[in-house]
């Protein structure tokens, strides 16, 4: 908890209030969830609050020797950004979240806060997919198109300067975040009329209670997953075999329940459902143009 505490705190609102200084490295400090380790053991974060403006330190390389920026524009850890500090995400879970995203060349991947590039960046170079990354300081855009160019992706990826919040994003097929609790939470409403089976990966924060379909650890840091459930909620006539029945479906995100019929609930998962029949058996299908569709079943929306 305390933990947890000290890791919102370090990707914390900034503004003129915050104040980000760097500690020593030190083998006791505390291994906090939401930073890097490298960032960690390199002697990075103390967060705190002040009213006397943000101090940070630069720092030039990671553990490991990643080299931050380049010879026109050197970016610290923990340097001030619109709604949260530039922290970057390990290239390690970087790969393992666009890795369970299925990221592939069909895919349009948008960073929100894109930092210097490195998720839009890995996606095109590591996956083939077509990529863009909005961010609000420009000198970290400029570096991010830069660092394209030297990665040989730059007819795949686009960077904008843009506040996150005011930003387009609906065509995204993939959305890649590391910002903060609070921030997510305000993207969640968005991010739910997205297209269905449109993934969110995640680094450190989660989406309140919308849960998580799945959690990604590498050593160092843990990332989520959500698969942009299908609106499924309403009334509708179902024919099963040579069974007829309607059933209400409530959704809460992924999970349904249903009443009025012999399904006991379910699950959705982009555009695919399964329900449970009881007895271990299940309905799996998907929501096409004219409703739900499975092997043997089919079911029709008729109400809202
Ligand atoms: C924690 S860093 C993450 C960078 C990158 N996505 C990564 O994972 O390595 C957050 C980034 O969001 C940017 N940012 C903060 N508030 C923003 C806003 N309202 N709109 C756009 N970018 C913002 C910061 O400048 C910073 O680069």
Request: glycine share 12%.
């Amino acid at each position: 908890m305390r933990y947890t505490l000290l890791a919102c705190l370090i990707l914390l609102p900034v503004g003129a209030s915050a104040q980000v200084r760097l500690v020593p490295a030190s083998p006791t400090l505390p291994r906090l969830p939401a930073l890097p380790a490298a960032a960690q053991t390199a002697g990075v974060l103390e967060p705190s609050l002040s009213a006397e403006g943000a101090e940070v330190v630069p720092l030039s390389t990671l553990e490991g020797g990643e080299k931050l920026g380049d010879d026109q524009y050197r970016p610290s850890v923990g340097q001030p950004g619109k709604d949260v500090i530039w922290v970057p995400t390990p290239e390690s879970l970087v790969k393992a979240l666009l890795t369970a995203a299925k990221v592939t060349r069909n895919d349009y991947v948008v960073d929100l806060g894109s930092g210097d590039g490195r998720f839009p960046i890995a996606a095109a170079r590591d996956f083939g997919a077509r990529a863009h990354g909005i961010d609000y300081n420009g000198d970290m855009v400029a570096l991010a198109r830069r660092n394209a160019d030297r990665a040989g992706v730059r007819t795949k990826v686009t960077f904008q300067r843009g506040d996150i919040f005011e930003s387009d994003f609906s065509s995204a097929s993939v959305v890649t975040l590391y910002l903060l609790p609070n921030l997510n939470l305000k993207l969640r409403p968005k991010i739910l009329t997205m297209k269905p089976g449109t993934r969110v990966v995640s680094h450190a924060f989660d989406m309140g209670d919308w849960e998580p379909d799945e959690t990604i650890r590498t050593d160092d840091a843990t990332g989520y997953l959500w698969i942009v459930p299908a609106q499924l909620a309403g009334r509708w006539a179902f024919e099963v075999g040579n069974e007829r029945f309607t059933a209400t479906i409530v959704q809460t995100y992924q999970k349904l329940s249903t009443t009025g019929g012999p399904l006991n609930g379910g699950r959705v998962r982009g555009r695919e459902v399964t329900f449970s029949l009881g007895g271990g058996r299940e309905l799996t299908g998907e929501l096409g143009e004219t409703g739900l569709i499975g092997r043997g079943w089919t079911a029709t929306r008729i109400g809202g």
